[in-house]
């Protein structure tokens, strides 16, 4: 899946986020938001008021008259709608693609957590000004969007600004769900639950990760002494405030021995979960550095994987597996997995090319084409 | 990134000077222990693990430990989360308090053509003027009903036989619709009735009004008819007949049946179980006979002892078990009641097994006469000649008397098993409740003799019964679930394999 591209500027004094068209538009006030894709050779009928024009030649044959970039090669991943961030020097990067289920934002890079296996290692970095990207695009994505997701980073460590931003998603994107991963501990705080709640968003859902049914070892994945304490009391917050959550448990190595006494907790402290997600690892970010401690052979965990589906589904509470290759899970667990893997990467390995049931397979991330369980075969016989 | 980044698991262990957190045990049998705590998690301990626990010498680093610090059993920092949860726990076990008195039972008429040989109270007579409600009578009752801060009031009449007097129902139906309007309220209506007058306006009129019909059941013909004595002995053929016209005019879910176990039925435990199925019954309550009225007086012929009665209740229980694995859905209520209280986190809103006891604080009774009674059992002992239960009559007596007065406050105060002597630390404390009605009936006195109680044998015994099966197979288990669902047991979620 093609993400960014890099080309030459022209005129480009500042970097900016446009909404992609591949046709010309006739109405001039609608170009002020608007970057012109244009892999023709002949010149634009008018090419006035667009923030941006993109094109593949190098030396166009024609005048430009608007900010340019030129040799980008292929462009045609953009589809108009496609919301796109231009740099000064050239470079492209897609913020959202309209026929994507799987847009979101990455709303900071800081983190108050630091994961074990983060996928998406945190920069200590102070990245608030980045907040004015995030309502840009916000403002130019396709109100019709089903879903946009929020992650990071811990989104809400821009507190205040990020209740704020939800209620903006709110008034600009009334159609859109919107999941946000976080990892809930400022929610301990129960004022700020109560803010999140009064923002009334009419679908939303935070996915907030829990490891353990004991606060040392759920500090210990998440490294961070007291976690678990201003996780689990800010879950009571948000379920308080009427704030729909979902419990998010990676399974790995120092997770899976624990997994039915955690589902357990589940059922008798947080049965207000609207859905719980029990994940394969993802093997990106810190899992490469601490692949020692974490890494297990998803087919070793399978008793504690099925007891713990079985604990939280027969309590009624919604189950899904997310990460996990039918061919690995026990037959029993098939109608808990979901394909959950976004499309930009996900893939299928050699081995499920003629499995029978790879239509209804998650696959596998494209970080785990090298590690993954010994034991992914093709699915022949459905039995 | 290395790996000098992160800190060991050292770093973040607790566990030096754990404390406990509240709980009760038992020794369940020979080798184990098992700790229930005040939100009715449980966990075994093997009696050397329990007593490593109860001396702080457990290994913190054992699962033991873990174990018993994940279902809040004890804590060993200055977090405040066990103590967040459990108080948010504790809250959804009691949350049958909130609203207070939910449920009011209207004796309309004391008259009935039976003659049950367990009836408490019903009469055989004519006399309109004496044993029906009066509308005035009906209305001040419903003066009473709506001060319940309830915003869910479920209205029940009862009997004697209740359609004897039709009109009365009709008019209480009426007014509680408009002062439900009025008052922002929602009522849900149900008739206990044994459905020999049933009459087709009858019907469509607990249908158009969403009335539903509790009923009664006991078993196939034989024990029905020799349990529920009428002219012409055609209790049971009544029964069924009037069952299938009333699922003609109602809702499948409208109509449901209760059975009361005799001598006679606790030879049949199968019998009876058979015929809830064969007429179409999804769900039967294994009831065992009251202490109360005509139940006394005739005890010899159908009475037994609370150790037969258990028997009945294992063999019965083991039946329907059977039969759910057999593909028939049947949920044995009782055990429902108990099961949620022991695997869920939430409560059960069954006044007749609660702490403190639903008399008057979830239920009450307005008598045929006006009499206000704290519970359906109160006004049986009354009939008896004991008045001690009678909170007021609904002409004299105000809301704030009968409902904060002296008496309730009495009947409150002892029957909380948190501070009954026997109750206080049992293990089964949070599963089960009190019953000061049934205690004065049988022991004389609100707060009762535990060891030689048989409402305590009877519901320990159930208890534990329950424990052992859920424990003992898994399929068991899944069919436990099932009933605490109220759905099909191949609707479980887990059940649906691919094939």
């Known amino acids: 899946m093609k993400l960014h591209a890099i080309g030459r500027s022209i005129a480009l004094r500042q970097s900016v986020i446009g909404k992609v068209t591949t046709t010309e538009l006739s109405e001039i006030q609608s170009r002020k938001d608007s970057v012109l894709i244009w892999p023709h050779h002949k010149e634009p009928q008018d090419q006035s008021g667009y923030l941006a024009i993109l094109t593949p030649d190098s030396r166009p044959s024609w005048e430009a008259r608007a900010p340019l970039i030129h040799s980008v090669p292929k462009l045609s991943y953009l589809s108009t709608g496609d919301v796109i961030y231009l740099g000064t020097d050239g470079f492209v990067r897609t913020l959202y693609r309209r026929d994507s289920p799987h847009n979101f934002i990455l709303f900071t890079d800081q983190c108050n957590s630091y994961c074990l296996m983060c996928s998406q290692p945190p920069k200590p970095i102070n990245d608030f000004s980045r907040i004015r990207e995030h309502y840009r695009l916000i403002d130019l994505i396709d109100p019709e969007t089903p879903e946009l997701g929020i992650t990071g980073g811990e989104p809400t460590l821009f507190k205040d600004h990020f209740v704020k931003f939800i209620e903006h998603c709110n008034t600009k994107l009334p159609n859109t769900a919107l999941h946000v991963l976080t990892n809930g501990r400022l929610f301990y705080y129960r004022e700020f639950a109560r803010q999140l709640g009064n923002a009334n968003h009419p679908d939303i859902m935070l996915g907030i990760p829990l490891y353990s049914d004991v606060d040392s070892e759920h500090d210990y994945v998440v490294q961070a002494k007291g976690a678990f304490e201003e996780t689990v009391i800010g879950l009571h917050h948000l379920a308080r405030y009427g704030v729909p959550v979902e419990i998010r448990v990676v399974v790995h190595k120092q997770t899976y021995g624990r997994l039915p006494q955690l589902a357990e907790f589940i059922t008798r402290n947080l049965p207000f979960a609207a859905h719980v997600a029990l994940m394969g690892m993802e093997m990106t970010g810190f899992v490469n550095s601490n692949s020692e401690a974490l890494w297990i052979d998803p087919i070793e965990y399978q008793p504690e994987l099925a007891a713990a589906t079985d604990i939280l589904a027969t309590a009624g509470l919604n189950v899904s597996i997310y990460n996990h290759q039918l061919c690995i899970l026990d037959h029993r667990l098939w109608p808990f997995a979901r394909k959950s893997i976004s499309d930009w990467k996900n893939i299928y390995i050699d081995a499920c090319q003629i499995c029978k049931v790879r239509d209804q397979c998650g696959g596998l991330f494209q970080s785990s084409e090298k590690k993954h369980s010994a034991h992914i075969r093709p699915v022949l016989d459905l039995a | ?499």
């Not at chain 2, 359609?163 to 206990?192: H, P, Q, Y």
């Not at chain 2, 006979?289 to 150790?307: D, N, R």
């Not at chain 2, 098993?417 to 206080?424: L, N, R």
Request: charge should be negative; charged fraction near 20%.
């Open chain 2, 1 to 499: 990134m290395t790996q000098t980044r992160f800190n060991q698991r050292e770093y973040y262990a607790l566990g030096q000077n754990y404390r406990f957190l509240p709980f009760q045990f038992m020794q369940f049998d020979q080798n184990r222990k098992l700790l229930v705590n005040e939100v009715g998690e449980y966990l075994f301990l093997s009696n050397a693990d329990f007593d490593q626990f109860v001396n702080r010498k457990l290994d913190t680093v054992s699962d033991t430990y873990l174990n018993l610090k994940g279902k809040h059993f004890l804590f060993d920092s200055d977090s405040r989360a066990p103590f967040e949860l459990l108080a948010l726990k504790y809250r959804a076990k009691k949350s049958f308090l909130a609203g207070f008195t939910k449920l009011h039972i209207f004796v309309v008429s004391l008259r009935c053509e039976h003659s049950c040989h367990y009836c408490q109270v019903s009469r055989v007579s004519a006399d309109r003027a004496l044993y029906d409600m009066s509308p005035e009578t009906a209305q001040r009752a419903l003066d009473l009903v709506f001060r319940s801060p309830a915003p869910e009031i479920k209205i029940e009449f009862q009997g004697g036989e209740p359609l004897l007097n039709f009109d009365g129902i009709v008019r209480i139906v009426e007014e509680s619709n408009r002062r439900a309007l009025e008052t922002g309220k929602n009522v849900e209506f149900v008739v206990t009735t044994n459905l020999a007058l049933a009459t087709d306006v009858m019907l469509s009129y607990f249908r158009e009004h969403n009335v539903m019909i509790s009923t009664s059941l006991d078993g196939p013909a034989f024990i029905h008819n020799a349990n529920r004595p009428r002219p012409g002995n055609n209790s049971h053929e009544l029964t069924v007949q009037n069952l299938q016209r009333a699922r003609e005019v109602l809702d499948f879910d409208k109509l449901s049946a209760i059975m009361t176990a005799t001598r006679l039925s606790l030879q049949h435990p199968r019998e009876v179980i058979d015929e809830y199925v064969l007429r179409g019954f999804q769900s039967i309550f294994l009831r065992a006979l009251s202490p109360y009225g005509f139940a006394v007086k005739t005890a010899k012929t159908i009475g037994y002892s609370v150790e037969e009665f258990l028997e009945f209740y294992k063999e019965a229980l083991d039946y329907i078990i059977e039969l759910n694995r057999q593909g028939t859905n049947l949920v044995e209520i009782y055990s429902q009641i108990i099961l949620t209280r022991i695997l869920t986190p939430f409560t059960t809103g069954y006044v007749d097994l609660q702490s403190p006891a639903g008399a008057g604080i979830g239920v009450a009774v307005y008598n045929y006469d006006g009499d206000v009674y704290a519970s359906d059992e109160s006004r049986m002992l009354a009939e008896m000649g004991d008045q001690q239960f009678r909170l007021g009559n609904v002409t004299p007596t105000t809301y704030e008397q009968i409902f904060g007065g002296d008496l309730l406050r009495t009947i409150v105060a002892s029957s909380s098993v948190e501070s009954m002597p026997g109750c206080a630390d049992c293990a089964f404390q949070v599963f089960c409740g009190a019953d000061p009605i049934f205690n004065c009936a049988t022991q004389g006195d609100m707060v009762g003799h535990r060891p030689t109680s048989d409402f305590h044998k009877k519901n320990f015994a159930i208890i534990k019964h329950l424990i052992t099966l859920y424990e003992s197979d898994s399929e068991i288990r899944k069919i436990f679930w099932a009933w605490i669902h109220n759905v099909p047991l191949n609707q479980l979620a887990i059940e649906e394999v691919a094939a």
